[in-house]
């Protein structure tokens, strides 16, 4: 066994042909500090993605309009929300190449200024959400069934994105700096009161009332409210690494001149590799709502059984998105340390932690397919599209997780432009037209748009592959 992963997780190999900056620690130690950074992000991206299933199983109860319902407000909430992943993005690297270069005032400065950013947009995109949900969510796919119900969650949910987003933007930061366990008990925390909410608001049970759909919408609200209150303490701690009120030389002198309010400089940052970010969020977003729009046109159940499927291809998702977010923090401190072939390692070993998860998760894809689908409805038209789902999963899991982590790498060096790059070819084009070519003129309904599901994560882990074994994103300056 020792063997077998000896081979599987060896530096030597990874950094074929690539110049060695420096003495490399032996195999055990990298991955101890792959894994030691990797665990709390990936369970925390985990029981995130577990609470969004436990959702759709807890709304399930009110039928498959209310399950298409919240289904078809995802993307018009991503929408919502790109800006702020954006900044997200660049804060997690930008903190994370300051950490590696002992810039403990860079740091600070870059979680203040994105604080800062964020507050002044979420009223802005709060104000201009609220006013265009209606006609957004018509395009988005509702019908008559699922219309009124989508409109309302959505409304609740971006009415409140403020805690959302503040949470968001400070468990970036915190992750960026290496700290992924503050930012699991944040969101361990908020799942939990989001579940018992949910059990209290959706049905009405302990006295509380029976809101069906907007219960869970208040739900998702309040677990982030304690979400936001727990991530802002946790920068209000003196020995902390990001302390919001810190100033430099505060230790040797009272007199510290205060931070400046705006901070041009380290705007420019964020936004140099934002923007990138931003460009490729929208892509996605608009890539995966015109795919969202050819599955809706199917029909309520069969867009029902679509969307359960979407929530099993999200827990698969988050095994990948929280190794790629232990990825750019690894990834940015090397760099910051001058250790780029270290940052191709971490890189390495990050994407075999993702195959081991990939292989299990297949496994049980496969063989508990029908099973899973059952525990959000038995209507036997949603479990036979259940188990074509589940297969279709079982494959594309390897490609889903490989790619997001090699992302992660690209974007813990700062090649956010590749990566938006990508997201225009990949999502914005192939897979809704792949999806509706399969679905309308050659007639395969629902399997098609995951026949266009699957070309579009093949195609992403082409391009992400062939730019992580090239060794230009390791020479990025940020």
């Known amino acids: 066994m020792n063997g077998v992963v000896s081979k599987v997780f060896n530096a030597q190999r990874i950094l074929k042909n690539t110049e060695i900056k420096g003495p490399v620690p032996d195999d055990a130690s990298l991955l101890r500090r792959a894994f030691r950074v990797a665990w709390p992000s990936t369970l925390e991206s985990f029981l995130v993605a577990l609470v969004s299933l436990v959702d759709t199983i807890m709304v399930s109860s009110l039928g498959a309009a209310a399950i298409a319902a919240i289904g078809l407000t995802n993307q018009p909430k991503f929408i919502c929300l790109a800006v702020f992943l954006s900044v997200n993005v660049a804060v997690s690297a930008l903190v994370a190449r300051r950490k590696g270069e002992g810039d403990r ?31 957004v969510l018509r395009l988005a796919g509702t019908n008559e069934d699922t219309h009124t119900l989508a409109t309302s ?19 970036a930061a915190q992750r960026g ?50 979400a936001s209150g727990m991530a802002l303490l946790s920068v209000l701690h003196p020995d902390h690494f990001l302390y919001l009120f810190y100033r430099e030389g505060e230790d040797e002198s009272a007199g510290a001149r205060r931070p400046r309010f705006f901070d041009r400089r380290t705007l420019g940052s964020i936004a140099n590799i934002g923007s990138s970010t931003l460009a490729e969020q929208l892509f996605l977003r608009l890539g995966f709502l015109m795919y969202t729009m050819v599955v809706a046109r199917l029909g309520t159940v069969e867009f029902a059984s679509h969307q359960i499927g979407m929530n099993m291809m999200t827990i698969s998702f988050s095994f990948g998105d929280g190794l790629s977010i232990a990825a750019v923090s690894l990834v940015g401190q090397s760099l910051g340390e001058q250790r780029p072939d270290l940052a191709k390692v971490y890189g390495g070993f990050c994407q075999r932690l993702g195959l081991l998860c ?80 399969f679905v309308y003129p050659l007639n395969l309904g629902l399997p098609g748009a995951w026949m266009g599901l699957v070309l579009d994560q093949l195609m992403r882990l082409s391009l992400t592959w062939w730019r992580f074994k090239h060794d230009k994103w390791l020479n990025i300056k940020i």
């Open 105 to 135: 005032k860079g740091a600070v400065s870059v979680l203040r200024q994105a604080i800062l950013l964020t507050v002044l947009l979420t009223a802005v995109i709060t104000v201009l959400a609220e006013a265009v949900a209606d006609p």
């Open 153 to 171: 969650y959505f409304r609740i949910i971006v009415g409140f994105q403020f805690f959302s987003v503040v949470n968001m933007v400070i468990n």
């Open 177 to 226: 700096a290496g700290n992924t366990k503050i930012a699991m008990r944040t969101n361990l925390v908020s799942n939990l009161v989001n579940i018992v909410c949910n059990y209290l608001l959706i049905g009405g049970n302990f006295g509380f009332p029976a809101l069906g759909v907007n219960g869970a919408a208040i739900a998702t609200v309040i677990g982030t409210i304690v």
């Open 358 to 437: 990939s292989c299990m998760l297949g496994v049980i894809y496969v063989l508990f397919g029908r099973y899973i689908f059952r525990l959000f409805s038995d209507d036997p038209v949603i479990l036979n599209y259940g188990v074509i789902i589940m297969d279709f999963i079982a494959v594309v899991v390897f490609m889903q997780i490989s790619q997001v982590i090699y992302s992660g790498c690209l974007r813990g060096g700062g090649d956010t432009k590749y990566v938006a790059f990508v997201s225009l070819v990949s999502v914005a084009f192939i897979r809704p037209f792949s999806g509706w070519l």
